[in-house]
């Protein structure tokens, strides 16, 4: 079948149900808005529905990011219009279908409308119109879990395009002109990397698509692939012809059991839909992709520790050269890249595509999904441009701090990362280091700390999470990572001496230097950003009074 | 289970290496837990050596290898929950069940864990109860997940 | 291609796809490298190799950095010294005994690397590692010294293939252990010693007490047919300290196992012969050399025309050239043989009929290469531990198929694809039923047949009856299994097909034709002549191989070389004197003989036939009625106990000499000692008597009058075309060469029958299924009793009785018995029991286990505790090759405690009447 034909197929199945003329409600479900009542609010919608015989469609989508606001509920009127009930508590579903949608679609009341049980969003805040959405597009708005509302909004027109009339060669230089780079935390090239795999002559070749993700304080993965996973298996059927890999495996973390349940739905029915396995959309090219679980741990997000598990062993770093590309899987040419990386190729390869290297800065092009947490009046999946400042991010979008209390400081890029105090949140985000001391876009984690939390502790918590997370394999990191940590416990219980900065400074520089992975040689960023940063409160906690600091 | 069932249970893999983590998950799924007999079953059907099975399986946080007690609560203490009071919670919880994190109620009741992050910052302090996720958690959505269990459950 | 780069302010020249680390070795340069084994793949774990490099950000680990063109490596700048400092201060940190303000303690390569780096003493307090296992006898493994490298555990799963220990755990607290961190000695683990001599630390460290190694001699293991390199390394004194593995050895490729690394001390046991002893009133007493060659060849001159002799396979192919030489020349008989009667030669036998020559085709690197391994009646993992390392690789690493066929199950069944079990003794119809399912399924390699082979047309019709569940309901395989087998075989995944077999396919009535019916199966499928197949009867002493191609048989001079008119000819040229026409008799005839009185007299050379014939008792009654047994051994075993005279000679340690291992591959042996007491080399107490010989009865001395083991070697290499080529000189320079190496410039040939096979065509000869074995299981003696051989002893356990770790190891005889087998006697796991035969008893500890089917048991015929299996053993033979039937007799079990109504009556011994010349 050709793509065409697949949508109009699609757009005739749509017609064909409730949510032409009726009402359609959607209730976002994801990870962590299930976490908090979407699940229950779903299911008590459901039940209302039933009972009273509405002419409603009830759906089941992602969350769109506002985590703030979640559980989040969307009604859709057949004419266009549309209301956002936001903080749906269960017990409160009753009143909301009895109010917006028994009897009278046409006599809809208001903005603002406002109840102890939800909130109406009239997005006065910011958190929308300052985002730029292309890899989150239609998360939230649409099923997941309906290929056809993929398809009916343009979905995997893309990818119809590419193997309709794109050489492998030419979706490789479309994506190196987009100036697309990996968004697991690397920044990687991606079509350098995919040049890589291509100049191997060894077959076969391997797609790995990294949703491992691991990270602390990172939950963009997982969001995209509940609430957009269409988007990811078009964007990894692109890639995976790009490069000449005719299977892959998407690696889930083993927590994610949403994402997982979701794109093992979404890829059965791309299957179904023959826009994966064999012979895609008749063009001859054919990918299949097999889910694995991850089982936790942060380095198991490691590009090579993930190769390491998938061929059973323990899931520890190999060492580069060899590049993955070289060999990788069973030593095959392998590309590794990860979800979000992917779900930008749809995009890139659509006929805006060429607007993506407009976006974002030198050397930064496109958009980033940044995962927003902490002491922040709205935490939340944020998607902006490259080059947006941190302070946009934090302020504008995320509302500033809580009531009552001052943003000190972010920790940007996790245990991976740094802090940066609050004068310096006006750097621009891009890929690289964001200041000269370990602050890291990373993946894209922003966590914001206010004036209740001590740094000192901030840093310390940091450090733990590295020294337990270490694989092992490496001394440096496994034996520095823990050094430190008993440093600055014993800081952190008032025993500190002065010969510990030094030390700390010292070590984060040797494990740093010496260290095998990306977990140990970004393990000293914060603890340098740290004493740099917040240097008065290490010296505090070693009892040097603060004038002595530099002496 | 006996080793039968779980050979039964691995046949649905084929017998390559690997298929050894999804086979470890298979097990503890089913078992709660990785005990050395099931490892040994799944490293003669896997043909990897035991030790290496054992290796394996000991380098991933979430594969355990003591059987847990009949509820597992585990709190996340990630800077994110952490500023935003997880970390109190954990406090709370331990003088409550006067156990340590990654130990279990005397009954083999309750086991508490400590985690690093359960991926819902945003919607912090986060806790997992029997593989649920609660977001928001506060003393008194915790009071009301152990109480859900209280005729059995002694807290203290 | 070479690449030239600079380390510091050097300049080297290496080999494209080297690593850094290996241009900075090349330059002399000193640079740590902890975790790296200059045998092994770079791990990157240490972290102590690191370098900056110009124009690389920063500081790159050498060990897995590939070399570039132009290259600028430093290796010495204060940045990057001061990272690799800090990271040996965090080293450091991880062992207990190293404490800040104390001086660093000695953990071999780590403190040379700190001391390099100007560390004194530790910067950081040490962390606490409380986790020490002494459980093997051999080495301790203690994690308060380990770095956590991981080359111990490389060394176990990746050389050795065998994974008994692995990094378990996680971040600080990851340590290296057994499955479920079990005591070592309670593991799967071999006791190789392979990640003893990888720890660059001392973490896994010998038990015997290091002292200072000043010389190093590179040699070739006593034990098996193998023929790993081994290293001797001894102290001012000449006593051997240690062995390590010779990295440069082609055929073991620096790998070992626990006989070759520690099973070496019996060499200096105070047991050793040191004098010669005669028989004096009843008693052997010492006595000078004088009295003692005297002695022998007052009886050998006396008895000649009835005398026999057995050639060692443990000593030196110069040692069983000069003994055939002896025995030919000398004594004027053919009747000269060795235990390869007893081992393999039905595969000979079948091979020399179907081939024309009686070796190993192939070289162990083919069993890597190889796509399927089929491994018939053999134990490797026991019995040819270095070359089970290769199968075990080929599987996990390659991809092979591996077919078991043995009733009994092996370590090798944990790899296997499909384990055939067979009942005992039927070979012939499961081999004949794969060859069926291979010719009805038209699987064969026609074009080989035809071109390449003689008699198939017969062959293939006495195939007709032996269709797959025919051969079920003899074999009991499932006939399932045993198509299975044959597409496998016939269409391996990858590469060809080796067939490999040992004892259980040639210690049967049947073996001759259990031999034929496997090398049929390799023709039929054209399995032969090309590399990654072939096939492989596993040779066993460490010397057969090279015993028979000196000629140490009945029926042959050296090389094979029959006893045709051109052939003695030829050797009269060179020995001043023909080699008898008549063949002599093979060991079971010289038993039978001796046994009637028509033998007089018998010079055995490391041999002790009173543990390893059958029916012991009556072989001890047959020997004694020699009436002259000369012994010439390392050891006063069983045989020498009853010898007239007994000749002390030295081991592979105290001599030069070479071996020729199973893949034909002639290797040098060095003399690493002096001597031990009064012993003498082998070739040249065989000179001496010989020349004494020649001296009585007016031969030409001259032809005994050897120098040093070359001489006799490049004579042996003029009168023998398969090794002509061959010299000290090239086996110094090149190491081993495998035969056939016709001339100097030869390189020595991997595998066989490329072109041809030695007698042209290879032939099918179709075999039938007979009676499966001589005794079977009957009401009164239920079970089969299947014997054969474990990891630590060798043989009756002459040599390996004398090594204490290995007796530690192994120290009862085990009787392996199926559970409904001990549950109907009512025997307990770990309970003595009873075994008894015909022809006699023993008494073992039951080991109840799975791997035995009901109906069989098994026992190793080491004698532990003056039980051994071959008091029970059947003398019964194959009537080709002559070999005893060791594989199956009839026998019960029976608590030790039970009254036993039948207990065997002792004979008072009877000390033969002493010889007076
Ligand atoms: N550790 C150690 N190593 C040794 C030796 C030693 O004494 N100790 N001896 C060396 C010598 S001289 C030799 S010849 C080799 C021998 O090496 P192997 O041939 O491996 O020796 P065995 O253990 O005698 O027997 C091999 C197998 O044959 C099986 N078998 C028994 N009956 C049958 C049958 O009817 N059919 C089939 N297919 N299999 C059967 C047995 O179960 C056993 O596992 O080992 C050499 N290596
Ligand atoms: N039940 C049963 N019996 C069997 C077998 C079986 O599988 N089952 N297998 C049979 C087989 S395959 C074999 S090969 C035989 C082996 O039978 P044997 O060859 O009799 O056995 P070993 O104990 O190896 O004997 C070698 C002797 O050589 C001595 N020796 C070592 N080095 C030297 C040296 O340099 N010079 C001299 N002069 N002597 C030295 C040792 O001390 C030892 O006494 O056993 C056979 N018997
Ligand atoms: C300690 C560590 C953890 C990582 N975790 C992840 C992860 O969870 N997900 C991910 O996509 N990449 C992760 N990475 C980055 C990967 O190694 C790799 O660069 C990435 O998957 C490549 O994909 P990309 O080029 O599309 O970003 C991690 C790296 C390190 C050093
Ligand atoms: S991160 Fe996504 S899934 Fe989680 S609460 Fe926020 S919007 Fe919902
Ligand atoms: S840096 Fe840490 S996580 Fe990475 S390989 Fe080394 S020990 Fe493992
Ligand atoms: S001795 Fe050999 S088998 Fe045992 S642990 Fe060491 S390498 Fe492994
Ligand atoms: S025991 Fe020795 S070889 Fe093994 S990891 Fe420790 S230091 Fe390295
Ligand atoms: S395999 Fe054989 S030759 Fe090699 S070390 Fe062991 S006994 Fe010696
Ligand atoms: S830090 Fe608690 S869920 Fe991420
Ligand atoms: S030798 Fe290079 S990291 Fe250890
Ligand atoms: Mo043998």
Redesign the pocket.
């Known amino acids: 079948m050709s793509y065409s034909q697949l949508k109009a197929r699609a757009k005739k199945r749509l017609s064909q149900g409730l949510g032409t003329q009726y009402p359609r409600v959607l209730v976002q479900v994801a990870n962590c808005s299930q976490a908090v009542g979407a699940g229950e609010a779903l299911e008590s919608l459901r039940r209302e529905v039933t009972q009273r015989g509405l002419k409603v469609s009830v759906v089941e989508a992602g969350c769109d990011g506002a985590c703030y606001q979640a559980p989040v509920v969307l009604l859709q009127h057949p004419d266009g219009r549309a209301f956002r009930f936001t903080q749906v508590v269960p017990s409160g579903v009753p009143e909301l279908v009895q109010g917006w949608l028994e009897g009278k679609p046409d006599d809809l009341r208001p903005w603002n409308g406002e109840s102890p049980l939800w909130t109406m969003d009239g997005d006065k805040s910011g958190f929308w119109s300052l985002q730029k959405r292309l890899v989150l597009e239609d998360c939230g708005q649409i099923s997941s879990q309906d290929i056809d509302e993929y398809i009916a909004r343009g979905g995997y027109a893309s990818l119809g395009q590419v193997l309709s009339s794109l050489s492998p060669e030419q979706v490789i230089e479309t994506v190196e002109k987009s100036g697309l780079a990996g968004r697991g935390g690397a920044y990687f090239p991606v079509a350098r990397k995919w040049q890589g795999a291509r100049a191997q002559t060894k077959t076969p070749r391997y797609l790995v698509i990294n949703a491992e993700e691991g990270e602390p304080g990172i939950f963009k993965d997982r969001h995209i692939m509940e609430g957009i996973s269409h988007r990811l298996i078009e964007g990894m059927v692109i890639a995976a012809y790009a490069i000449g890999a005719e299977r892959g495996f998407l690696y889930i973390n083993g927590e994610a059991h949403l994402s997982a349940q979701r794109m093992i739905h979404a890829l059965r029915q791309a299957e179904e839909n023959q826009l994966l396995g064999d012979n895609i959309l008749d063009s001859g090219f054919s990918f299949h992709v097999e889910v694995r679980r991850g089982a936790g741990g942060y380095v198991l997000g490691e590009e090579t520790a993930l190769l390491n598990s998938i061929e059973g062993e323990r899931d520890v770093p190999r060492t580069r050269p060899p590049f993955p590309v070289e060999a990788g899987l069973w030593q095959q040419p392998t590309v590794i890249n990860n979800v979000e990386t992917l779900s930008n190729l749809p995009y890139i390869l659509s006929p805006n595509g060429a607007d993506f290297a407009s976006l974002g800065i030198e050397r930064s092009k496109g958009t980033k999904v940044i995962s927003l947490s902490g002491r922040v009046e709205r935490p939340g999946l944020v998607e902006v441009p490259m080059g947006t400042t941190i302070r946009r991010i934090v302020f504008d979008i995320g509302g500033g701090p809580l009531p009552g209390h001052d943003i000190k400081g972010v920790v940007a890029g996790g245990p991976s990362g740094g802090l940066l105090p609050y004068s310096q949140l006006d750097i621009p985000i891009q890929s690289g280091m964001l200041d000269e001391q370990g602050a890291v876009l990373g993946s894209g984690g922003i966590t914001v700390l206010d004036e209740t939390i001590s740094t000192v502790e901030a840093v310390r918590r940091l450090a733990a999470y590295n020294a337990a997370e270490s694989c092992s394999k490496c001394t440096p990191c496994r034996e520095g990572t823990d050094r430190i940590l008993h440093i600055l416990d014993k800081m952190m219980e008032g025993k500190g001496q002065p010969q510990d900065l030094d030390d700390l400074t010292y070590l984060a520089e040797i494990v740093g230097f010496g260290s095998l992975c990306g977990l140990g040689q970004m393990a000293g960023g914060p603890i340098r950003s740290g004493m740099h940063h917040f240097g008065d409160e290490f010296a505090a906690s070693v009892g040097v009074p603060k004038n002595d600091r530099r002496a | 289970m006996t080793k039968e069932d779980i050979q039964k249970l691995l046949e649905q893999f084929p017998r390559e290496r690997t298929h050894l983590l999804p086979a470890l998950h298979a097990v503890q799924e089913e078992l709660r837990y990785l005990s050395g007999e099931a490892l040994e079953v799944v490293s003669s059907y896997l043909r990897v050596p035991a030790s290496e099975v054992h290796g394996v399986a000991s380098a991933y946080p979430e594969l355990r290898f003591n059987e847990p007690g009949h509820h597992i609560l585990r709190i996340c203490t990630g800077l994110s929950c952490h500023v935003n009071g997880g970390t109190n919670l954990l406090e709370e919880l331990r003088s409550t069940l006067k156990i340590e994190p990654g130990q279990t109620t005397a009954e083999g009741h309750l086991t508490l864990e400590e985690v690093p992050c359960l991926f819902l910052c945003a919607v912090g302090p986060a806790v997992e109860w029997d593989g649920e996720f609660i977001g928001r958690v506060n003393a008194n959505t915790l009071k009301s997940i152990l109480s859900i269990d209280n005729g059995k459950e002694e807290t203290g | 291609m070479s690449i030239t780069l600079t380390i510091n302010t050097k300049q080297v020249e290496v080999s494209q796809g080297s690593t850094v680390l290996e241009a900075i070795n090349q330059s002399e340069i000193y640079i740590p490298q902890l975790c790296k084994d200059p045998d092994m793949d770079p791990i990157g774990a240490c972290r102590t190799c690191l370098v900056q490099i110009e124009g690389t950000r920063g500081f790159p680990a050498s060990c897995y950095t590939p070399v570039r063109e132009g290259m600028a490596v430093h290796t010495d700048t204060p940045e990057v010294t001061r990272i690799r400092r800090g990271v040996l201060e965090l080293t450091l940190a991880m062992l207990p005994s190293e404490v800040p303000g104390e001086g660093l303690a000695d953990h071999k390569e780590l403190k040379v690397a700190a001391e390099r780096h100007g560390v004194t003493t530790p910067r950081f307090q040490p962390r606490h590692r409380d986790h020490r296992d002494e459980s093997?006898p051999f080495?301790i493994v203690d994690m308060a010294d380990c770095i956590l490298c991981g080359r111990?555990v490389d060394?176990?799963q990746k050389?050795?293939q065998?994974?008994?220990?692995a990094i378990l755990g996680h971040a600080q607290d990851a340590l290296i252990g057994?499955f479920m961190d079990v005591p070592?000695a309670e593991?799967?683990?071999?006791?190789?010693?392979?990640?003893?001599a990888s720890c660059p630390t001392g973490a896994?460290m010998p038990k015997l007490k290091v002292e200072k190694v000043v010389k190093q001699t590179s040699t070739i293991c006593p034990y098996c047919g193998v023929g790993c390199g081994i290293i001797l390394e001894t102290n001012g004194d000449g006593k051997i300290l240690a062995v390590q593995d010779e990295p440069s050895n082609k055929s073991s490729q620096g790998k070992l196992c626990?006989k070759g690394r520690f099973g070496t001390s019996f060499v200096d046991h105070p047991d050793r012969l040191t004098t010669p002893l005669v028989r004096k009133e009843g008693a052997l007493v010492p006595t000078s050399w004088e009295e003692a060659l005297e002695t022998v060849v007052e009886g050998l001159v006396k008895y000649r025309g009835s005398v026999v002799a057995l050639a060692s396979a443990k000593a030196t192919n110069e040692d069983g050239y000069v003994m055939q030489k002896l025995m030919r020349l000398a004594m004027g008989t053919n009747s000269i043989d060795h235990c390869t009667r007893l081992c393999h030669s039905p595969s000979v036998e079948a091979m020399l009929t179907s081939l024309g020559s009686g070796a190993t085709s192939n070289s162990y690197v083919d069993y890597e290469n190889a796509g399927c391994l089929m491994i018939v009646g053999a134990d490797p993992s026991s019995n040819h531990p270095v070359v089970a390392t290769r199968f075990r690789k080929a599987v996990d690493e390659y991809g092979a198929r591996l077919i078991v066929v043995n009733p009994r199950r092996i370590e090798l069944c944990d790899y296997a694809h499909l384990w055939l079990r067979e009942r005992p003794g039927t070979d012939v119809a499961l081999f004949n039923a794969i060859a069926k399912v291979i010719m009805d399924e038209g699987l064969w390699d026609e074009e080989f047949v035809r071109n390449r082979t003689e008699g198939f047309d017969k062959w293939l019709k006495s195939l007709a009856p032996y269709t797959p569940e025919h051969a079920e309901s003899v074999t009991g395989v499932p006939a399932k299994d045993i198509i299975e087998a044959a597409h496998i075989f016939a269409r391996p995944p990858h590469g060809g097909s080796c067939l490999i077999w040992g004892m259980g396919v040639t210690q049967h009535t049947n073996g001759t034709a259990n031999a034929h019916a496997l090398l049929n199966l390799a023709l039929v499928t054209g399995q032969m002549g090309k590399p990654g197949c072939g096939i492989s009867p596993l040779r066993g002493q460490n010397n057969v191989q090279g015993c028979g191609d000196a000629g140490c048989v009945p029926d042959s001079l050296p090389g094979y070389q029959g006893l045709g008119e051109a052939v003695r000819a030829k050797f009269a040229d060179i020995w001043g004197g023909e080699p008898p026409g008549q063949k002599g008799l093979v060991v079971t005839e010289m038993m039978e003989e001796a046994g009637a009185g028509r033998l007089k007299a018998m010079y055995i050379v490391g041999e002790n036939p009173l543990l390893s014939e059958p029916d012991l008792k009556h072989a001890k009654e047959t020997l004694e009625k020699l009436e002259f047994l000369v012994v010439q051994d390392i050891f006063l075993h069983e045989t020498a106990e009853i010898a007239h005279v007994v000749l002390p000679a030295t081991s592979f340690a105290e001599k030069d000499g070479t071996f020729t291992n199973s893949e034909r591959r002639v290797q040098r042996v060095r003399k690493a000692i002096e001597p031990i007491g009064q012993s003498r080399a082998d070739w040249e107490i065989i000179c001496d008597v010989a020349r004494r010989v020649c001296r009585r009865l007016g031969l030409d001395e001259g032809q005994f009058s050897y120098n040093h083991p070359s001489e006799i070697f490049q004579e042996m290499a003029w009168l023998t075309p398969i090794i002509a080529g061959i010299s000290y000189q090239r086996l110094d320079k090149e190491g081993g060469i495998q035969w056939p190496c016709p001339t100097p410039d030869h390189p020595g040939t991997p595998y066989l029958y490329a072109e041809s096979f030695t007698r042209g065509l290879g032939k099918f000869i179709p075999v039938e299924q007979g009676k499966p074995a001589a005794e079977l299981p009957s009401k009164r003696f239920p079970l089969i009793l299947n014997t054969g051989r474990i990891l630590y002893h060798w043989h009756g356990g002459t040599m390996t009785r004398r090594v204490a770790g290995l007796l530690a190891r192994a120290p009862e005889l085990q009787v392996a018995i199926n559970p409904i087998d001990a549950e109907a006697e009512g025997i307990g796991d770990g309970e003595w029991i009873r075994v008894l035969s015909r022809r006699g008893e023993l008494e073992g500890k039951a080991m109840i286990t799975e791997a035995m089917k009901p109906g069989e048991i098994f026992v190793p015929f080491v004698k532990l505790a003056k039980s051994a299996a071959n008091f029970l053993t059947n003398t019964a033979y194959d009537p080709t090759s002559k070999i005893p039937e060791y594989k199956v007799c009839a026998v019960r079990i029976e608590k030790r405690d039970a009254p036993s109504p039948r207990r065997m009556r002792k004979k008072p011994h009877q000390a033969p009447t002493l010889m007076r010349p």
């Open positions: 093997n080495f111990c060394a176990c050389v050795q065998i994974g008994a220990i057994a070592i593991s799967i683990c071999t006791s190789c010693g392979q990640c003893v896994i626990v």
